[in-house]
């Protein structure tokens, strides 16, 4: 174990969930299950959460990722927030 993973205060591996908000388009769930598929084959699209924004303009997925270590979820996070549909990653 990496001096790092003893200082996280999340035991690995665990499910996490994180918030990814974008323009609500055509494909945007679709493309964010295939980008997280690239991190976990087995991710289940049927466990996205789907919230629309009041104005209907923005659509937030509550999507939970199984992350095995910092680096992973870090790199999960890096992947997101450089997707070009992707506004928001909490």
Not at 12 to 24: E, L, N, R, S, T
Not at 38 to 46: H, I, L, P, V
Request: proline fraction near 4%; hydrophobic fraction near 40%.
């Amino acid at each position: 174990m990496t001096t790092e993973e003893k200082k996280s205060l999340i035991d690995f591996p665990c499910d996490f969930p994180i918030k990814v908000m974008g323009h609500a388009q055509d494909g945007f769930a679709q493309a964010i299950v295939e980008l997280l598929r690239e991190f976990d084959a087995q991710f289940d699209a049927a466990k996205v959460e789907m919230r629309p924004s009041s104005s209907g303009k923005y659509l937030g997925l509550t999507v939970t990722v199984r992350a095995h270590s910092q680096a992973h979820l870090d790199d999960i996070y890096r992947k997101l927030t450089g997707h070009p549909m992707v506004k928001v990653v909490l």
